[in-house]
Nanobody
Framework: QVQLVESGGGLVQAGGSLRLSCAASGRTSGSYAMGWFRQAPGKEREFVAAISKNGDYTDYADSVKGRFTISRDGAKNMVYLQMNSLKPEDTAVYYC???????????????WGQGTQVTVSS
């Protein structure tokens, strides 16, 4: 199983930007597709974005398309989520996830990070 640690969350005004990072460790961390999910207070955890093992395929939730970009650095075992044009409704705890399988639509795997808080003020 891969270990995941998120960072980069914080407080930002609406229209601003943040970049989240996820550090993956473990013997086979390079063999996983990676995803970002978020959970707002009182709501279920929802999919945000995902990237394939070699970075050649990405998927996004409709609510973040055109504003968020997922990327990865295989050499550093890092995954990033660049978030631009942030809205108050993007406020949530953001979680990194790993899954060795990613076919068309990303499904969460068993490995989760501890989460990082993103708060967007209006």
């Amino acid at each position: 199983q891969v270990q995941l640690v998120e960072s980069g969350g914080g407080l930002v005004q609406a229209g601003g930007s943040l970049r989240l990072s996820c550090a993956a460790s473990g013997r086979t961390s390079g063999s996983y597709a990676m995803g970002w999910f978020r959970q707002a207070p009182g709501k279920e955890r929802e999919f945000v974005a995902a990237i394939s093992k070699n970075g050649d395929y990405t998927d996004y939730a409709d609510s973040v398309k055109g504003r968020f970009t997922i990327s990865r650095d295989g050499a550093k075992n890092m995954v990033y989520l660049q978030m631009n044009s942030l809205k108050p409704e993007d406020t949530a705890v953001y979680y990194c996830n790993a899954n060795p399988i990613f076919i068309i639509k990303y499904r969460p795997g068993a490995s989760w990070g501890q989460g990082t808080q993103v708060t967007v003020s209006s």
